[in-house]
């Protein structure tokens, strides 16, 4: 088991910036994939972005690559999402979930943190 604590959100003005940390414990020593979704009223979740934690390698959809970057700290357990040029349609609930390598889904999941970006 794996459990996702989010923290960094909060109400920002358009232009802004904000970096979300996702802090994992419990069984953090396998292979895992890091990603961020997030989710706005009445709309799906969506992909933002994932880091794998054992090579650095990251994925951004194309809408949101270049203002987003997403990062890893192993030595702390901890997924960064710094966001930067916040546009009101980035509000949103932003959570954090894990996958192991070998899986195709992403099994756990954080609370989220509420992004509120005003315009």
């Known amino acids: 088991q794996v459990q996702l604590v989010e923290s960094g959100g909060g109400l920002v003005q358009a232009g802004g910036s904000l970096r979300l940390s996702c802090a994992a414990s419990g069984r953090t020593d396998s292979r895992y994939f890091m990603g961020w979704f997030r989710q706005a009223p009445g709309k799906e979740r969506d992909f933002v972005a994932s880091?794998?934690?054992?090579?650095?390698?990251?994925y951004y959809p194309g809408s949101i690559k270049g203002r987003f970057t997403i990062s890893r700290d192993n030595a702390k357990n901890t997924v960064y999402l710094q966001m930067n040029n916040l546009k009101p349609q980035d509000t949103a609930l932003y959570y954090c979930?894990?996958?192991?390598?070998?899986?195709?889904?992403?099994?756990?999941w954080g609370l989220g943190t509420q992004v509120t970006v005003s315009s």
């Open positions: 979930a894990a996958r192991k390598s070998t899986s195709a889904t992403y099994d756990y």
């Open positions: 880091i794998a934690t054992f090579d650095g390698t990251t």
